[in-house]
């Protein structure tokens, strides 16, 4: 060390700042202290955060300068101080990609069991509903006849060509199987399972939102606060997804009737106008996912999130639809990987069950199993597609307690604890 450099200790911030800042010997560092600079200061008693940076002086050999010295300013002959650098946003200002899996690790760490677990209920819950309703309007010893008449056509005929007769038993046994409801029946049937089946899952939708986000925060993630998100928010979304859905069919419905009319007029219009139809609903499409994809979590910590949506996407939507696309292709390719190992053991199950079992019924019965058995778990496994709904919607948000950029723009750094 040159006699010009000063030793370790504390001297006046040289960033103009005021108070005091840690020199090493060799460089600045990031420590700073409490300390009003005076005309000639007083010898101050070095406390280096390190054991290795502490030692004492007797006297300070650098003055406080008179006027504050801009950072970029050489002080007495050693160098400026220079900040650690903060990752910058990108230039739709939110966090680079590596914050997004970031989060999605530590909700992963955090909340897998209770997103999982609770997903699996939502899902086993509704399957029993759909087969309790089914079986108390379907005739079980009719059904069975339909299933042996196939069973025993198949191994007539396993190619597939079913001679008439054939054919006639196995559409009367199936038709005596669904005659507890008239046509209209089974459909408002089918219409009421449809509606329960998309509460479920906006109510999945919430919960797991709820659970990630107390996940990439301190917060303490609880079931309690889980399933409670998953009940309110999950009515509030299951009305925004009623209302998107009333609104697609109007649309698609006028269309529709234009497309119509201008095929009385001139065929080729017609065509013209299905093809730029068809375009403008994909491009549309995706344009508006890019816009309201983060209601879904706004849902869970307020009301009028379609409008906030819609406000906190303004000139972000190619940039939220590009993240959520790239989570939901990753997505994708872990759910197939879950559900194939899954399937395996309860697929030699059923292998092992027909190899047994010469009878073609059994054989449908054993797959029929394996997709009661399977379904739920990957339904429950869409809860991965979810979670990275989270930190889209955190680089987003001004929300006190959730948010990922502060408001001087900087990204918050991830709590330590959990």
Do not use: C
């Not at 010997?25 to 070095?46: H, I, L, Q, S």
């Not at 999950?234 to 529709?256: D, H, S």
């Not at 949506?309 to 959520?324: D, I």
Request: charged share 10%; proline share 7%; net charge neutral.
């Amino acid at each position: 060390m040159s006699d010009d450099t000063p030793s370790a200790g504390w001297y006046p911030n040289p960033d103009g700042t005021g108070g005091l800042r840690w020199w090493s010997g060799v460089g600045w560092t990031e420590y700073t202290r409490t300390g009003e600079p005076v005309e000639v200061p007083e010898p101050v008693a070095p406390e280096a955060p390190e054991a290795a940076h502490t030692q004492a002086f007797d006297t300070n050999p650098w003055g406080q300068p008179i006027q504050p010295v801009a950072p970029t300013t050489a002080l007495g002959g050693y160098p400026t101080y220079t900040p650690a650098p903060i990752a910058p946003l990108t230039a739709s200002r939110m966090r680079p990609l590596s914050g997004m899996f970031s989060d999605i690790g530590r909700i992963t760490r955090r909340a897998w069991l209770p997103i999982l677990a609770i997903s699996l209920i939502i899902w086993t819950a509704m399957g029993a509903i759909t087969a309790a309703v089914l079986l108390a309007f379907v005739d079980v010893g009719a059904l069975r006849r339909g299933l042996d008449a196939v069973g025993v056509a198949l191994d007539a005929s396993p190619d597939g060509s079913f001679s008439d007769a054939q054919s006639d038993a196995i559409v009367s046994a199936f038709g005596d199987a669904f005659n507890g409801l008239s046509p209209a029946g089974w459909l408002l049937l089918g219409v009421g399972l449809g509606v329960l089946g998309l509460f479920a899952s906006t109510m999945q939708v919430a919960a797991v939102s709820r659970l990630s986000m107390d996940a990439t925060t301190a917060e303490r993630v609880s079931w309690a606060a889980g399933w409670k998100s998953g009940f309110s928010a999950g009515a509030r979304l299951f009305g925004y997804y009623i209302l998107l859905m009333i609104v697609v069919t109007v649309v698609i419905v006028a269309i529709t009737a234009l497309i119509a009319l201008a095929a009385q007029v001139a065929p080729a219009l017609a065509v013209a106008l299905g093809i730029l139809a068809l375009l403008g609903f994909v491009g549309v499409s995706f344009w508006l996912t890019g816009r309201l994809l983060p209601t879904v979590t706004q849902a869970v910590v307020g009301r009028h999130a379609i409008a906030w949506s819609w406000r906190a996407t303004k000139g972000k939507a190619l940039a939220v639809l590009g993240r959520y696309l790239l989570w939901a292709f990753a997505a994708s390719i872990i759910v197939n990987v879950v559900v194939s190992v899954l399937g395996i053991p309860v697929g030699l199950l059923v292998l092992g069950e027909s190899v047994s079992s010469s009878s073609s019924v059994s054989s449908l019965g054993s797959a029929l199993v394996l997709n009661l058995i399977m379904t739920p778990f990957s339904m429950a496994l869409g809860a991965i597609t979810i979670i990275g709904l989270v930190p889209i919607w955190r680089d987003l948000s001004d929300h006190p307690q959730y948010r990922s950029i502060d408001e001087a723009g900087n990204p918050i750094p991830a709590p330590t604890s959990g």
